[in-house]
């Protein structure tokens, strides 16, 4: 592991097919030319579509093997990021109840975007070295 979070993308409602392999072209477009890459899925249902996606040549697929959650670097980054996102909600909570609807939810996205900072490449280097 050498770059940490390389690419992230908030969008409200669920995620389909197409906006997936969306996602992982767009991904593949902050990769430097050249660079070796392995793209690491568990077994989601949604990412057995990923064999759909355009990689260039040199970007590598894996699958963890089922039942291992713990396994995928992802879970453990999502697992920061959701953590230190409510830590940061239980102090603004208050103020949030009352803004209007659309006001809470760009504050939500926005502090959202502001948490994936924890993300960092020593904490998924501990998080590799934990699995």
């Known amino acids: 592991m050498t770059n940490g979070l390389v690419h ?3 969008h409200r409602g669920g995620m389909t097919a197409e906006r997936f392999n969306q996602f992982l072209h767009d991904t593949s477009l902050q990769c430097n030319p050249g660079q070796e890459v392995c793209f690491i899925f568990d077994n989601a249902r949604l990412h057995g579509r990923a064999a759909e996606a355009h990689f260039p040549t040199q970007f590598e697929m894996q699958y963890v093997p089922p039942s291992s959650p713990f396994l995928n670097i992802c879970e453990n980054a999502f697992a920061l990021w959701k953590q230190a996102l409510k830590t940061r909600l239980a102090e603004v909570c208050h103020d949030l ?3 209007p609807f659309n006001e809470r939810m760009a504050t939500l996205a926005k ?4 948490e994936t900072r924890i993300i960092t490449l020593n904490a998924m280097a501990a998080a590799f070295r934990d699995m």
């Open 97 to 99: 109840l009352d803004q």
């Open 8 to 10: 992230h993308e908030l």
């Open 111 to 114: 502090l959202a975007e502001q």
